[in-house]
């Protein structure tokens, strides 16, 4: 089973690239989704968080309050370190235990905004990444999300540069301009990486 890993900074598409894959069959998992899995009421990882940062971090309904935890991570490096120690091995082993399933189709992507960051690159065999200039996706994350522009940067600091990430990009898709121009250069990868897969194949 082949896996290719699509990356990029935050708001710059990868969920909008993603859907696409998706519509032509492509199989997603997605790094984001098992970041909230790991923290679910009664997790271990909940109850050291609630023990480091405070009991005020847990809603009345037990969930994690990821908004407070946001704001407190992003202005304080250690904090966003010490959070990063305790989740990023728990996220690389629930993945590394999905990409044992196996699955029909040709190729599936791990979508994963800190790919290169956390190193789990290496469980996949080429990277993507949804490139587009910075003030464009500081614009379209603004835009999207409630979170002050201060904080968004703050966030994108914290993330690899553009320059070093598109240094580190086997693929790259642009999405600097409309949904629909994404959705073509989705599909020309897509017949890209079947023909990978297909050679590597034979
Ligand atoms: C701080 C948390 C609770 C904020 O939750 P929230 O629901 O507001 O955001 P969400 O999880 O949807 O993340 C939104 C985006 O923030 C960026 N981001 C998240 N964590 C980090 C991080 N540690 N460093 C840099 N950027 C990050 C990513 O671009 C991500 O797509 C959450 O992001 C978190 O638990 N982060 C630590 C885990 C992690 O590193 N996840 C990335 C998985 S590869
Ligand atoms: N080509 C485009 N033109 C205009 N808006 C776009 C385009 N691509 C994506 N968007 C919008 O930009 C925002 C960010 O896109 P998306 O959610 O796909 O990014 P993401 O990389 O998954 O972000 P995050 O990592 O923060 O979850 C969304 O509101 C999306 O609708």
């Not at 790094?31 to 009421?41: G, L």
């Not at 070093?164 to 642009?174: E, I, P, Y």
């Not at 629909?180 to 599909?187: C, I, N, R, S």
């Amino acid at each position: 089973m082949h896996t290719f890993g699509l990356t990029g900074g935050i708001g710059s598409g990868k969920s909008a690239a993603a859907h696409y894959f998706a519509e032509l069959g492509v199989p997603i998992l997605d790094a984001d989704e098992i970041a909230r899995v790991v923290v679910e009421p009664g997790s271990a990882a909940l109850a050291s968080i609630a023990q480091t940062f405070g009991a005020e971090f847990i809603l009345a309904n037990g969930t994690l309050d990821r908004r407070r935890l946001r704001e407190r991570i992003f202005s304080d490096s250690v904090a966003r370190e010490w959070l990063e120690t305790l989740l990023h091995p728990l996220i690389r082993e629930v993945v590394k235990e999905a990409l044992k399933t196996p699955c029909t189709a040709p190729y599936r992507l791990l979508m994963a905004p800190l790919l290169l960051e956390t190193g789990m690159d290496q469980l996949v065999e080429g990277v993507i990444v949804v490139d587009l200039p910075e003030a464009l996706q500081l614009q379209r994350a603004l835009a999207r999300d409630q979170c002050s522009e201060a904080t968004l940067r703050q966030i994108m600091q914290a993330q690899m540069s553009r320059a070093a990430r598109l240094a580190r990009a086997n693929f790259c898709l642009d999405n600097s301009q409309s949904p629909t121009e994404l959705q073509d250069a989705v599909k020309h990868l897509h017949t890209q990486l079947l023909a990978l897969v297909e050679k590597n194949r034979t």
